[in-house]
Each structure stands twice: as structure tokens, then as C-alpha cells.
Nanobody
Framework: QVQLVESGGGLVQPGGSLRLSCAAS????????MGWYRQAPGKQRELVAA???????NYADSVKGRFTISRDNAKNTVYLQMNSLKPEDTAVYYC???????????????WGQGTQVTVSS
């Protein structure tokens, strides 16, 4: 069974940095795009950043120039480096990946359990 496990959230002051990690494990044949979403209280979940297997990236306008997404295909892991954090970045951050698994066999969209990021002084 495939699962995504996130780590790296926490409390940080405005202007600070955090690095999120998300590792995929289980019976994995291949991983296509990976990404990070976030959901603040009372708001819809939104895309923060995404990266293809080949390394092409896409960012929400609100995080461009501050956040960097990267991945290590050998480790089935995606990262989100967050710099110059603002209070409005406070949310639960979710990892997402399109994975072709072996058991059960087939392509599915997987989500992590979420990690809280709080930006506050």
C-alpha cells in the first residue's frame, strides 16, 4: 500500500524559514507529478507548488520568489523550502503525488496527512 508521510512543519516567526519533506513509500512503480497544497481555516485547499518528474515547476503567485519545490526521485521524496514566511502562509500543508502502484496495481492520486505551519510572532 502506498503512503505519503510529511515532516517539517512547526511554528516560525515572520521572515523565518521552514523546510517540508514528503516521502512516498510502499509498492511504487513510478511517480509522476508531486506537489504541495495548503488549507487555511475557513478557506479552500489551494495549490502552493508542483514539480514534474523531469523537474519542471509551477508556483502559486503568492509564494513565487519565496518558496522552492524540489524532489529526489531516487528517494521518492519532495521538498518545499519556505523562506520569508508571512502570517498569511499559516495553514495545514498537504503533500500530493500521482503514483503508479504495484499493489494495488494502477495509477492513483495520493495525499499525505498534512503538517501544520504557523507563522506568528
Amino acid at each position: 500500500q502506498v503512503q505519503l508521510v510529511e515532516s517539517g512543519g512547526g511554528l516560525v516567526q515572520p521572515g523565518g524559514s521552514l523546510r517540508l519533506s514528503c516521502a512516498a513509500s510502499g509498492s511504487i512503480f513510478s511517480i509522476n507529478a508531486m506537489g504541495w497544497y495548503r488549507q487555511a481555516p475557513g478557506k479552500q485547499r489551494e495549490l502552493v507548488a508542483a514539480i514534474t518528474r523531469g523537474g519542471s515547476t509551477n508556483y502559486a503567485d503568492s509564494v513565487k520568489g519565496r518558496f522552492t519545490i524540489s524532489r529526489d526521485n531516487a528517494k521518492n521524496t519532495v521538498y518545499l523550502q519556505m523562506n520569508s514566511l508571512k502570517p498569511e502562509d499559516t495553514a495545514v500543508y498537504y503533500c500530493n503525488a500521482g503514483i503508479y502502484g504495484l499493489s494495488p496495481r494502477g495509477f492513483s492520486d495520493y495525499w499525505g496527512q498534512g503538517t501544520q505551519v504557523t507563522v506568528s510572532s
